[in-house]
């Protein structure tokens, strides 16, 4: 191990922008990064769900028993990100980050140093992730993963030109199942959607035929970009194929209640959320949840199941680094605790300057009245050129709100094309926004 180059397949957590639809996240998406089990050691075979498990309890026990064990803690940290997505779990990233640090305590362990980057990235800890990833490319220059680490850091703290650089970089060292897929979500942000989803079935012919997560979860991203081009067949499709090759994935399960919910079946897609939020409790089920009640008028139980996304969400933040402008949308978006909302987009925009903090913020502006600082924070949302159907929608409202209908009849025509059913709050208001 502390000879050769990891391969690294991209593990893009929920992806970006929104709704109920798909698996679209209040969150913008944090990357992580996992080691393919061509690589790994033999302590399991494979990333299925039983492999997993196996593989946590081996790990878990050779690093207790060595802490100067460099191949054990990376592939330990490894399995419990994976683990983290598969059930839910945000405190395990701690436990990844504290294999690591006592082995680098130990060892000085390059391998585990460079590995500390990507457990930042899953903390959502960008600004660490991407000194890691720095402090590892200058040992090492010649290192793809590092590449990637900088990369991720910078998309998600805005510093988009910086990104895009690193993650060239990193597919001119090696084109691989990683580098396709940041490839795919760098052209997703930048609105070109047919790009992406070359790249993400590029992702999901490299990834090992051992690595049934990492193949279930390419899948699932190539779903999502389905979706957010209205393709709804097609997204239902790749979410079979992702549950195929992963059963019961909670992601993907997600993904088939919101094609339920687009299609109308709003009490089987309430059912499905409802039995995921029972099973593994996060603030994006618990606000969608809340949104099916809305729309079924049920407003006392929409509000207790919005309430319980906002709990969760600063629970959550014991875990991980918090994430105010995740929540500053939630609130925004359902028109709850304006000012709070403008208060926590603005602390996240003291830090992070990605399209989706910016979205926030003028979203939350948008809701106190403060409508040209609002329309400020929009056009930088949107300075990628994204087709994010929801910033696209933000903007269309703020352009009415400031009396430019011309301009948001145009945004509001294109948040809906191709996708007319895309949120269960935004589209109808988007509707309501053309002539």
Not at 168 to 197: C, H, V
């Amino acid at each position: 191990m502390r000879r050769r180059h990891v391969v690294v397949a991209v593990l893009l957590a929920l992806a970006a922008a929104g709704g109920i639809a798909g698996l679209r996240t209040l969150h913008s998406p944090p990357t992580l990064l996992a080691i393919a089990p061509s690589e790994r050691a033999a302590v399991s075979p494979t990333t299925s769900r039983d492999g997993l498990s196996q593989a946590l309890a081996t790990l878990t026990a050779r690093v207790a028993a060595n802490a100067a064990d460099e191949q054990a803690a990376v592939e330990l940290a490894d399995v419990l990100m994976r683990q983290a997505r598969v059930v839910g779990d945000n405190s395990l990233p701690r436990r990844a980050e504290v294999a690591l640090t006592n082995t680098i305590a130990a060892t000085d362990s390059y391998v585990c140093r460079r590995m500390l980057g990507a457990v930042y990235l899953a903390q959502h800890r960008f600004l660490e992730a991407l000194d890691a990833g720095r402090r590892a490319q200058a040992m090492r220059t010649d290192d793809p993963w590092n590449y990637g680490v900088i990369g991720d850091a910078a998309i998600e703290l805005g510093r988009y030109d910086e990104a895009f650089a690193a993650l060239d970089r990193m597919a001119s060292l090696k084109p691989n199942a990683a580098a396709y897929t940041r490839i795919a979500y760098a052209r997703e942000l930048q609105g070109n959607l047919d790009g992406a989803m070359t790249a993400m079935r590029m992702a999901i012919e490299a990834t090992s035929p051992q690595d049934p997560e990492g193949i279930a979860w390419a899948w699932l991203q190539l779903g999502a970009l389905h979706l957010e081009k209205g393709e709804v067949d097609q997204a239902s499709r790749a979410y079979d194929r992702a549950l195929f090759a992963f059963p019961r994935h909670p992601y993907a399960l997600a993904g088939q209640a919101g094609i339920a919910a687009v299609g109308g079946d709003l009490d089987r897609a309430l059912v499905s959320y409802q039995h995921l939020l029972a099973q593994a409790p996060t603030p994006e089920l618990a606000a969608q949840v809340g949104d099916l009640l809305h729309r079924r008028g049920d407003v006392d139980a929409a509000s207790a199941a919005w309430a319980e996304a906002e709990r969760l969400e600063r629970d959550g933040w014991n875990n991980e680094s918090p994430q105010p402008a995740a929540l500053a949308r939630l609130l925004a978006e359902r028109d709850l605790q304006p000012q709070e909302a403008v208060r926590l987009a603005r602390e996240a925009a003291r830090g992070r300057d990605d399209i989706f903090t910016n979205d926030a913020l003028a979203w939350s502006l948008y809701r106190t009245g403060a409508l040209d600082q609002a329309w400020k924070a929009s056009v930088r949302a949107r300075r990628t050129g994204t087709r994010d159907r929801r910033i696209l929608y933000h903007a269309a409202a703020i352009a009415a709100a400031r009396g430019d209908t011309t301009t948001a009849r145009t945004l509001a025509g294109r948040a809906l094309d191709g996708h007319p059913d895309f949120d269960l709050i935004a589209a109808p208001a988007a509707k309501a926004l053309l002539p």
